[in-house]
């Protein structure tokens, strides 16, 4: 049997629709609506303006996020993977993801918004973004997300992964190899002896 989506997800999923087909210069909260097959007042009543709408596309995606890598590091325990071939699941985990140009096009739209609120909304997604990352390799090294370590790693992982989706097509290694690429450098940086 299939989950019915909630009407919070419906709506969701056709804001990101919107955004995909028509950017930000298309999107409203009546085209939601429209999308979503539902009245204008009952898309209001779970959100209430086109900020706090992009404000729940936004969270649900690190709500996904999360669940995503909860799921990969149960896998990793389960068939005994730690350290090197964890790190190696979640980056290839995360250029996957980047890869998909849905994702793409849904977020080139959300940076080409000019309200305040909601570029103010965006760098907390991409600050719970970060620290959802650094947790990660926290976890992987075994030490506290403060450490320097970590610091490195992440300031190594996290712009490539954010821009990944704009250069992937223009590199001549596989997304595979640059996993593997990235999964040597950043665990020598998390095996490195300065932990601190």
Same mark, same amino acid.
């Given at each position: 049997m299939f989950a019915v989506a909630s009407t919070k *997800?419906?709506?969701?999923?056709?804001? @990101?629709?919107? +955004?995909m087909r028509g950017g930000s210069a298309a999107f409203s909260v009546r085209k939601v609506a429209q999308a979503a097959g539902m009245s204008l007042g009952n898309l209001q009543y779970h959100f209430g303006s086109k900020v706090e709408l992009l404000g729940g596309l936004l969270d649900a995606d690190i709500a996904e996020y999360r669940g995503m890598y909860e799921q990969?590091?149960?896998?990793? *325990?389960?068939?005994?993977?730690?350290? @090197?071939?964890? +790190?190696?699941?979640?980056?290839?985990?995360a250029l996957n993801d980047v890869q998909l140009h849905e994702q793409t096009a849904?977020?080139?739209?959300?940076?080409?918004?000019?309200?305040?609120?909601i570029i103010e909304r965006l760098h907390t997604y991409y600050a719970e973004l970060h620290g959802l990352l650094q947790e990660g390799l926290a976890a992987l090294a075994g030490v506290p997300v403060e450490s320097r370590v970590v610091a490195r790693s992440s300031a190594i992982l996290f712009p490539y992964l954010d821009g990944f989706d704009s250069t992937a097509e223009l590199l001549a290694i596989t997304p595979a190899e640059i996993s593997d690429l990235l999964t040597e450098i950043v665990w020598s940086i998390l095996q490195s002896e300065d932990k601190k």
């Open positions: *997800e419906q709506i969701i999923s056709a804001a @990101r629709e919107v +955004l990969m590091r149960l896998e990793s *325990e389960e068939a005994g993977r730690r350290g @090197r071939a964890a +790190l190696h699941g979640f980056i290839a985990l849904v977020f080139r739209a959300l940076y080409s918004f000019t309200e305040p609120e």
